[in-house]
């Protein structure tokens, strides 16, 4: 059954200073209408790389390796304005679709700190190890320049094993370690990479990445072809992020083992992936997706739509470190409020079905960022102006 | 590459008489507005069942046999009015997404036929043979009663091979063939009815329906566990429908051979399946799933934006009989208008990746059919209308 404090109708929350300090009918305060709006926690977009908005629909058809050595030779020649514009357009996107928080894996870490400040949107990104295009000791440099802040949160990024060198997986270890942080990887996402490791090492992906001591600070992004002995190291791990449209869409063929890892109680999320791979952003939509790959690849309907809305809310919250993912006394004041009159037939039993299984992340008109409100038309209004900068740089490239 | 009759940027079209006369730049005639619209054809969903809208979110969580008893469950007790306020509901809301022409399954053609010709879409349905819920008879007197008309084309539905008796599919085979129309059926969509055709017949479904004399009235849906030699047989045919997200909602486990069906020049359409098995009625998100579901499962990205763009308009289009999915002179004026500020970056060669991969019908903000504008905000407002009429029906119930 549903939590009421995840999906609610006809109640009136009273938000000071970020958090959410009372819900119910009889509260006291000034009051924002919401008797057109559906109330959830806001959602959580757990590994996304913003900086490729410039790079969405340039090139959709093939696997995934192939497809990053066509992204890489695009991301060497991209202008840093580039970076820089597209991750304000994928927040902006995103705020449109209610993502109150997301972790970002990409090369410019210090507009990403910039812009969560600006709209209060909690982010946890880094600089991407990754050594066909930078050095691992420029990567450390800007990692320690990076500060903690009101909704920043400096993390590790190490785009994979078979992308960066052990001496640099290593390195990312000794800073998880030393800042105090975690560390944002993808891992066992194609048959290619389980197979070369094998290979290579005689270990499987996460046996390897255990080996170097990094399980407890992991958030595992993909495990499409995790084995279930790997998924009982993972359970000492901080996160896993599943990334169903991505996966599918670049033919990795793999597919996450949701139920097992919910049952070895392993911490769920939900990621877009980028907008060069997905191509949307809308977590809404993904959540859709994770219950149909589920259902299709393990050939039965365990997986449901608490399961999926819990890891993009909830679950994504314990990933941040941060008390949200609940319409509740206590919780940050991150919201997202749907159309109700899109989630119809509309029945209080029927809502979490209609947000998760009709709905998308254009049925929100209004997202909360810490007790702050963001209007879906000025937010659209907002990205045009910024795509029309990005275009135009675009053009000159 | 992109036919460039598919879609169109910056152009003006000339329409009389519900028919495009004329494309181009240098164009004369009453102008319409559409510098901030991309255009491409009118989309058709290939499989629907309009009726169930009320059965929207009521139950996700089973597989498909399960599944469709409760829902006969449910349509036995239903009121004909309520079928019918579900059917409005159902069409204005594919309006809404650009669809132009559907097929639909359900115990209502009449309301099919009244509402297609009020609104102008093109609608081929008829009774369903389905020996649980309604007497063969009676439903063969009631398709005697439909009528062709201008927007509507009467069809014979039959449920599936398992839901009717060998007797009543064959006197589905001879209405076709008097009234000179096609037979829209379930085919090959569980294990379960592969297991239990070939152990009780010894034949595949396909096979057996083949058999019987249908394969050239047929317009099969589903065939997520088709064999290769089916697939043979299906040359024959008229049609096929792939509807993945259903597929997957259900967890049949299939995924139709797209890429095989195409090289055999089957002609493949896409449908959404019912509001209570998707539960969306939006054919742009479906033609990504379509990608996705193919892409998964056949680890291969072989296909492709622009292949299921051509099932969900010019194939559809075949499907029906109606010379309409192309932008160009001689072919019916049945458009939909995308804001192109969110098919971004606006590159021309990123633009069918953006409608795929990116958009959804909530992109639309305009659907022409037949040569009348719909917009977006009256279509919404008008379902508004509707539903609450259902909803206080349902209520009462």
Partial sequence: MLDLDGVRENVNIVIDNGYIIAVGDDTQGEEIDCSEFVVTPGFVNAHTHL???????????????????????????????????????????????GITGFVDMYFNPEDVAEFSELYGIRAAAGMTFLNSINDPNQV???????????????????????????????????????????????????????YDTKRKLGLFPVEYINKLGLTPYLHAVHLGWVSSWELEILKASRSTAHCPTSNMKLATAGAFPFYE???????????????????????????????????????????????????????????????????????????????????????KDRLLSNIVYLSTGDYIKKTILNGKIYDKKELTQKIRTIYDRLESLMEKA
Same sequence: chains 1, 2.
């Fill in 51 to 97: 900086g490729m908005i410039f790079l969405r629909g340039y090139y959709d058809d093939s696997n995934l390796h192939i497809w990053l050595s066509k992204m890489w030779e695009e991301e060497r020649k991209a202008l840093r304005e580039t970076f820089r514009l597209s991750t304000e357009i994928g927040i902006l996107e995103m705020m449109s679709y």
């Fill in 140 to 194: 450390e440099r800007v990692q320690r320049s990076l500060k903690k802040s009101k909704f920043f949160i400096p993390i590790i990024n190490v785009h994979s094993i078979y992308s960066t060198d052990e001496k640099t997986i290593i390195l990312a270890k000794e800073l998880a370690e030393e800042l105090k942080t975690w560390i944002h990887i993808h891992l066992s996402e194609t048959r290619k990479e389980i």
């Fill in 261 to 347: 890892a919910k049952e070895l109680g392993i911490n769920v999320t939900i990621g877009t992936d980028g907008p060069a791979s997905n191509n949307s952003l809308d977590i809404i939509r993904e959540m859709k997706e994770a219950v149909l790959l589920q259902r299709h690849s393990y050939w039965d309907t365990r997986i449901k739509a608490l399961d999926v809305f819990t890891a993009a809310t909830l679950n994504g919250y314990k990933l941040l470190g941060v008390k949200g993912g609940k319409i509740k006394p206590g919780y940050v004041a991150d919201l997202a409020l749907f159309d109700k009159y899109s989630l119809r037939p509309l029945a």
